[in-house]
């Protein structure tokens, strides 16, 4: 296991299961961003090949002539459900696919 406490923390089971949905945003956007810092992320081709759902505006870009840099952008990063759930406990998300949507089951 890593040695990042980030990651430490969002792999243990008081956070996994117990932990409010704001807490766990707030771990999976730091855990993102650290990701972008040490190289681009996963394309959206590979990430849907690999059986990941894509939210609708990463569905929206993966069927536009776009280039590999735009395929590999983390949209969560400017997509306003992050911005909801690192705010809110039951925030308003209804489009499937976001990685936020996930952590609504919370607290
Ligand atoms: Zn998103």
Known sequence: MSDDPFVKLAASSEVS???PSRLKSRIFSVLTRR???SG???GLR???????QL?????LVRI???G?????????RICH?????????AAPIWWPGCPYVMFQGGK
């Open 55 to 59: 939210c609708v505006f990463e569905q």
């Open 35 to 37: 990701q972008e810092e």
């Open 40 to 42: 681009p992320l996963l």
């Open 81 to 89: 459900a992050r911005a909801l759930a690192e705010r809110f406990k």
């Open 17 to 19: 299961g117990k932990a």
């Open 68 to 76: 590999e840099t735009l395929h590999s952008f983390n949209y969560c």
């Open 46 to 52: 590979e990430t849907s090949r690999a059986g990941s």
């Open 64 to 66: 536009a002539p776009a």
